[in-house]
């Protein structure tokens, strides 16, 4: 089943992430407290609506880089707001999703770059998750996510399921 396995904020660019249990997630905004949310991060434009609101990364990806690295990732040293398990996030650009009460829409993969690597002097990040770094999702609306929140694909009637990348299939 995919869940959520943590969730972190940081209220401005550059700062180091803090995980909590649970957070308050604002339609066309991002999570409370975050600094994507608060225009003050480092992919924050201004007058342009938040291009980054929540990032997501996989729990398995975070290991599968981690084994050609002599210091790994943690899950805030990704930079990321939302680790997750049991979700192929790669597959998830273009489907509406369910993390816990929360309804987004994944955007875009979230490509890795050397920002993470700067900020916890730890090289070598943008090659170890290649192709795994992730996904940007925009908020479709307001509710709560909590650690262990479970997260539910939408998708349209007459499509096949492409390989199991979340585990209970429903329509809106």
């Given at each position: ?30 999570l409370e407290g975050d ?42 040293d990704t930079r990321r ?22 309804l987004m829409l994944g ?66």
């Open positions: 089943m995919g869940k959520v396995l943590g969730i972190f904020i940081c209220p401005r660019a550059g700062l180091l992430m803090q995980s909590v249990p649970r957070v308050m997630a604002f339609a066309d905004l991002g600094r994507y949310s608060l225009r003050v991060g480092s992919w924050s434009k201004p007058g342009v609506k938040a291009n980054r609101q929540v990032s997501l990364v996989a729990i398995e990806d975070i290991s599968d880089a981690n084994t050609s690295l002599e210091k790994g990732f943690s899950p805030q707001n939302i680790l997750t398990e049991g979700v192929e996030l790669n597959r998830m650009v273009n489907i509406e999703f369910l993390v816990g009460g929360v955007i875009k993969q979230c490509d890795p770059c050397a920002r993470p690597s700067a900020l916890v002097d730890k090289p070598f990040f943008a090659k170890a998750l290649a192709r795994r770094g992730g996904l940007i999702a925009e908020v479709l609306n307001d509710g709560v996510i909590r650690v262990g929140d479970g997260i539910f694909a939408f998708v349209e009637e007459g499509r096949a399921p492409m390989r199991v990348y979340l585990v209970k299939w429903n329509r809106l």
